[in-house]
């Protein structure tokens, strides 16, 4: 693989940055669509930066952001830490061009396991806005499993938790819990980009400090219309192409 650098465009929720990256670091931040993302890449040194731009001011500018970063070397699951989390800071509003998370293995062969446990929720969580064709459910008890979560678990548990995909790399915030127009639970989350996307139920794994994804084993591409086989996200009627991760649609 070349080590070669080139200037390429990283998008964040917030903006983008124009920076000289590795073919390593490209693959990073390939979702699998046109666009790279920043989220996934980690933190890149100020030198590497040329440019960013903030969607607040509406305006480019030169060199790179302010970069805020700590390492709480936490453990989020069995054989999970969070080594490192921060944020790509414009320089004028200082409102948030990125956010990343960067994990480790305590053991690189072996496999992640359950996430920590949540704290129970002891006061319950207002009522979300409406999402077009998807439907609120009530809030139930807190969560108090870490396996895979059932229709007892609370929106108040989930909501704003961050939604990383079986290769530990974030993919949106959880927004609410619904019902889509098949009436099956899914999990609206508000992606990186800062669209709106939705999770079908079974393809949550784990669910604890963060929600992990994982295909559920009885999954099949024609369960659901518009049904991504590869990482399972449903998209909308007609689509040609997965709007998660870029695969063509049966």
Known sequence: MSSEL???KLR???GYVMANVTDEQQMKGNLGGPDLFLAPVGRLDNE???????NTCEKEFEGAPK???ENPNEEVAENLILAERGQYICSSCNGTIAEYREFKKQDEAGDIGNAKPLEPTVQSAPQPEPTPQV????????VQETTQPGPATSVSSIEGRAVYDESANKIGIAKQ????SNQSMVLV???NDGTEGSIPWSN???VGEVVLLGNPEDATPASQPGKCANCGFVNKEGSKFCEECGTKLQ
């Open 177 to 180: 819990v619904g019902i889509d």
């Open 12 to 14: 964040g929720s917030g």
């Open 67 to 69: 970069i805020e970063f």
């Open 204 to 206: 949550i794994k784990k």
């Open 189 to 191: 989350i508000t992606k």
């Open 48 to 54: 590497k930066i040329s440019k960013h731009f903030c």
């Open 135 to 142: 439907q609120s459910t009530p809030a139930a008890e807190p």
């Open 6 to 8: 080139r200037l390429k």
